[in-house]
């Protein structure tokens, strides 16, 4: 496991240990962070806890193109019962995630430090919210890091307060996605959810591939651009 420094930089994915973890320390910096989704790395610690850094191997994925929409999903769509909208609440969004129960799990990721960087990040265009609404309320909708450029999403979290609401808001932002002619939508990790709609897990060298080159530092400041 590594340590990180003041400097922005990350050691390559594939030094992270069995379990995915890569480094501890650094902080929420939005350069950190944008450097740590390009090079296949992402954040995920409890609060009280030191920064923990992580790339696993394998990685949860899914293109745009093979995300299922069941029968029963189609017709929910058709219904148009729920309204999706983008980058309308996000703040209203995360926060949502943060606050969601969830089963079997204690406490929330989603620290009051990661809801400020992450707001900042949205401010800055990286980061996007997808609203799912039903007569005017908000009822789902999920948050994520938009990497353009490589034609990659990386979603962060979902929320859903009505069955099907957060299935929509995926389903939806994944047409869009494909319509962009995206490559890919990072799930990180697996879960039942994901995997009914079409994600599945590939090798980490795989992933990295589409981030291809992986940066994993920032020049000093006197070399270059910060």
Known sequence: MHILTDHIAFPHPSQAEEDGLLAVGGDLHPERLMLAYRSGIFPWFNDGQMALWWSPDPRM????????????????????????????????????C???KREGQHGTWITNAMVEAYLTLHEMG???SVEVWQEEQLVGGLYGID?????????????????????????TLSRKLKKEKYQLIDCQMYTDHL???????????RFLKYLAPIPTSLPPKDEGTI
Do not use: W
């Open 147 to 171: 990497l353009k450029d490589k034609g990659v999403f990386c979603g962060e979290s979902m929320f859903s307060k009505v069955s099907n609401a957060s299935k929509v808001g995926f389903i």
């Open 98 to 100: 943060k606050r969601i």
């Open 126 to 128: 990286h980061a996007i």
């Open 61 to 96: 994925v899914v293109n745009p193109e093979d995300v299922h929409v069941s029968k029963s999903m189609r017709k929910v769509l058709r219904d148009g019962t729920f309204k999706v909208t983008y980058n309308q609440r996000f703040l209203e969004v995360i926060l949502a």
């Open 195 to 205: 995997a009914s709609l079409g994600a599945a897990e590939i090798p980490r060298e």
